[in-house]
């Protein structure tokens, strides 16, 4: 199965599952973010991230040049609860 394929199957499996009331605040969040014009200001596809530093779990700064020697870095971004 192919990565556009799995992903319709997401979103068809999410459509099922969430109220219609929220899948509407849902899209009207990603509409009102796109009109933002944010799309213009992020990294591109194949672009490196710019560096960063952040606390950890136990509040110790770390930085993404740390993370990168010991390699690969990959990181996941949550926008937490509608």
Same mark, same amino acid.
């Given at each position: 199965?192919?990565?556009?394929?799995? $992903?319709?199957?997401?979103? +068809?499996?999410?459509?099922?599952?969430?109220?219609? @009331?929220? /899948?509407?605040?849902?899209? !009207?969040?990603?509409?009102?973010?796109?009109?933002?014009?944010? $799309?213009?200001?992020?990294? +591109?596809?194949?672009?490196?991230?710019?560096?960063? @530093?952040? /606390?950890?779990?136990?509040? !110790?700064?770390?930085?993404?040049?740390?993370?990168?020697?010991?390699?690969?870095?990959?990181?996941?971004?949550?926008?937490?609860?509608?």
């Amino acid at each position: 199965m192919s990565l556009a394929d799995k $992903l319709a199957a997401a979103r +068809a499996a999410s459509a099922g599952r969430i109220p219609p @009331e929220r /899948a509407a605040i849902m899209h !009207r969040a990603t509409d009102d973010l796109r009109k933002s014009g944010i $799309l213009d200001r992020i990294v +591109a596809v194949g672009k490196p991230a710019p560096a960063f @530093e952040l /606390a950890n779990h136990d509040g !110790r700064r770390v930085s993404s040049a740390e993370l990168l020697a010991g390699g690969p870095l990959v990181l996941s971004f949550f926008r937490g609860s509608w």
